[in-house]
């Protein structure tokens, strides 16, 4: 008898999404993830028999999105818990820089495509709250990517970017790059923080 | 015109001087169906009221009152008439048990402390009521009327099966043609079901919805008498076969209300988790065209995935006319407005499927033999078979019968025992098929177990792998960007509400063959399918109005 005791309600009504409008400390804390990104770092390209060295330098100029765009969606169909996407678009001042090899690449916009993972209902401190990826792009005085908006009617690949830096951060308190790789000219190549 | 009018005052004129004199009762018997109101809770209510009986010079009236639900116990209620001029009144609702009233016109009233108690009656109504002076919310009001039916309740009302199930118990089903309401309901949906499916793309939500849908409402055990067969019989032995044989009517239709009901909770379920499903849907196409928006997703990729939500968006539409025809259909069936009879289902509560025995037939087809009403009512016409047989030898002995021995007394025995042989063979058959009944319900019963189980593993599987990808874009490795992920996401999600619907059919198969366990061993809302019927024949008096105290 004890087994019928455990009851479950046939078709019980299911939860409604609760998505969570940002608030504007939200959006401001994004915001200020941005701003916070490192304005200089050296990567290290190990080739077979030679490593390489690139670094870069930047300046935060105006903001392409007067504050980031966000979204939010659901993990799962039956959760009201939910991740955020967030994305933020900065231009960069002149005299920002990559510097490879000697040769001087100058770097027009960031763009950062963030995820903020606070509200999916997981605490597991495995998990990161927030991750970021971050593009440092050369050369797109428009900073229109990272896809082509026209492709494919309007001809060319779908990116936009010939060059790029490119890493995540999983902790933004000390905005560690990882997972970090430059692309020169489409071609790309996996990177190592050195400082 | 005005000739007419004049005739029928005289004739009103003439009833009320003939029955409704003073210290008279007239006569109650028959069916009734009202409502009991205690405190601001009102239910309705069924009863049937036999004949006054006598014993020496008292007479009484014993009767029940059945809430109109399948689980209801009836409540007794017994008038005495002690005299000319007093009643004696009992029932449980007295805090003594009993009070006298005393008779005034067709009211008799009286007093119990604190309570006080008054009935009035009139040709086809009868009014009780139990006022309590300390406790008012003890107060009882019922208001009963001559009617065989079942009175329409609020519209759009939020329904139990209990409730339902009560209605198909206590509806009067005088000629067979009634009876087919259920059977109508049936056919109807099986129909509507099967004009959906060929369009329906989320089969696996449906489940075994091809052929569960007939099998849960189809009869447990067959009609023995399908024509116009409550006529009450007033030979003793006819009359106890209707009586059985309306039982067992009365049993099938309430088993396949009891069904339906079950597969409207199905569906409706399953339109829930659909709507869940696709509004979640709609937030990945929003975020994928807030990507495109930004430049991580290539345009169109939002556009491109809203085809496969249009053709969620199309079962989904298919699914709610499916579940209004099915209300429409279960109204019908329990004599409700089709159009605006119930709003709403009451959920059920189940056990854990997967912690429950398996059902054993051969634990329960003797006790489904030995209760069941179609034997009893073979048994009941067996005897009545006898009695005409010997009918025939001793209508020699009868000197005013026009039929004496003679030459067709043979063929009449002959016929007469073929008759016999008949019936026995039918109640070999009957048997037999109880005992199939039993096999295929508890195969039923025990498949619903089963694929409960497995439609939870495979949830729990799907559900497991849902996590690895959720972990996978939780720890950044994927995101929504990624056309691959996307798919997955969306197909794993799928999956799971497929079993999870797997699930939902599981657990209704299960209450469907529970329900049907219940009808073939008359338990649980099966128990009493005798409730509010007509006692057995009495011998018809001349005195169609009785008097207190005795003939006058």
């Given amino acids: 008898m004890k087994k019928l005791m455990m009851l479950n309600i046939f078709f019980v009504q299911l939860i409604n999404f609760a998505l969570a409008n940002p608030t504007p400390e939200d959006l401001n804390y994004y915001r200020q993830l941005t701003v916070a990104i490192r304005t200089e770092a050296q990567f290290k390209v190990s080739l077979i028999n030679q490593d390489v060295f690139y670094d870069y330098s930047i300046e935060l100029g105006e903001p392409i999105y007067s504050e980031p765009v966000v979204s939010d969606l659901p993990l799962m169909d039956q959760s009201d818990k939910f991740y955020r996407n967030f994305w933020d678009r900065v231009f960069l001042k002149d005299g920002s820089r990559v510097v490879i090899n000697g040769e001087e690449i100058p770097l027009t916009c960031i763009f950062v495509s963030g995820q903020d993972n606070r509200y999916s209902g997981i605490n597991d401190p495995r998990f990161p709250q927030f991750i970021m990826r971050v593009y440092l792009v050369a050369n797109d005085f428009a900073c229109v990517g990272p896809k082509n908006p026209g492709w494919p009617n309007n001809g060319g690949k779908e990116e936009m970017w010939d060059t790029y830096i490119y890493y995540e951060v999983k902790d933004p308190t000390i905005m560690l790059p990882a997972e970090a790789k430059i692309r020169i000219k489409w071609n790309e190549f996996k990177s190592i923080l050195v400082k | ?552």
């Fill in chain 2, 1 to 552: 015109m005005i000739k007419k009018f004049a005739l029928t005052k005289l004739l009103a004129l003439s009833f009320v001087l003939t029955s409704c004199r003073d210290g008279d009762l007239p006569k109650l018997s028959g069916r009734y169906q009202g409502m009991m109101t205690i405190g601001n809770s009102k239910t309705q209510i069924i009863t049937q009221m036999p004949d006054f009986k006598k014993e020496r010079k008292v007479r009484t009236l014993n009767f029940i009152i059945y809430p109109a639900m399948a689980s209801a116990v009836g409540e007794n209620y017994s008038f005495k008439l002690l005299d000319k001029e007093t009643i004696e009144f009992k029932n449980a609702r007295l805090n003594n048990g009993s009070a006298l009233l005393k008779l005034d016109n067709n009211c008799a009233n009286g007093a119990s402390e604190p309570q006080t108690v008054a009935i009035c009656w009139e040709e086809g109504k009868l009014t009780l009521s139990i006022k309590d002076a300390l406790i008012p919310e003890k107060s009882v009001l019922i208001n009963l009327n001559l009617d065989n039916g079942l009175s329409q309740l609020e519209s759009n009302k939020i329904l139990s099966v209990d409730e339902l199930v009560g209605r198909a118990k206590f509806n009067n089903y005088t000629v067979a043609q009634e009876s087919e309401r259920v059977f109508q309901a049936q056919k109807n949906i099986a129909v509507a079901r099967g004009n959906l499916l060929p369009k329906l793309n989320l089969k696996s939500l449906i489940g075994l919805a091809t052929g569960d849908y007939l099998s849960a409402v189809e009869t447990v055990l067959p009609f023995l008498f399908p024509g116009n067969w409550y006529r009450w019989d007033t030979s003793k032995e006819l009359y106890q076969a209707e009586r059985s044989s309306f039982a067992s009517l009365r049993g099938n239709e309430m088993s396949m209300v009891e069904g339906l009901y079950y597969i409207i909770l199905r569906d409706q379920l399953v339109l829930e988790r659909l709507k869940k499903h696709i509004m979640w849907m709609k937030q990945i196409q929003e975020s994928i065209r807030q990507s495109e928006n930004v430049g991580t997703v290539v345009k169109g990729t939002a556009e491109y995935f809203g085809t496969s939500i249009a053709n969620l968006e199309k079962d989904k539409l298919n699914l709610e006319v499916l579940v209004k025809i099915q209300f429409a259909q279960l109204a019908h069936a329990t004599n409700l407005s089709p159009i605006n009879g119930i709003s709403g289902l009451v959920p059920v509560l189940t056990p854990d499927l997967s912690s429950l025995e398996v059902a054993d037939p051969s634990a329960f087809y003797k006790e489904a033999q030995e209760k069941s009403y179609e034997l009893k009512s073979l048994d009941y016409l067996l005897k009545a078979a006898k009695t005409s047989q010997k009918e025939i030898y001793f209508n020699f002995f009868d000197l005013e019968g026009s039929s004496g021995i003679g030459f067709g007394t043979r063929s009449q025995i002959l016929v007469s025992k073929s008759q016999q042989e008949e019936i026995i063979k039918k109640s070999e058959e009957t048997e037999s098929l109880i005992e199939l009944q039993a096999s295929v319900v508890a195969n039923e019963y025990n498949l619903a177990l089963d694929s409960y189980q497995l439609a939870k593993s495979n949830k729990k599987l799907s559900e497991k792998r849902l996590n690895w990808l959720i972990s996978r874009l939780l720890q950044g490795d994927d995101s929504i960007d990624s056309e691959e992920f996307v798919n997955e996401l969306t197909d794993i999600q799928y999956k799971i509400l497929g079993f999870a619907a797997d699930e939902a059919t599981s657990t209704q198969m299960w209450l469907t063959a529970k329900a049907k366990l219940n009808r073939l061993v008359l338990k649980g809302f099966y128990s009493d399918l005798e409730a509010a019927l007509p006692e057995g024949p009495v011998k018809k008096s001349n005195d169609e109005h009785l008097s207190v105290g005795g003939d006058k």
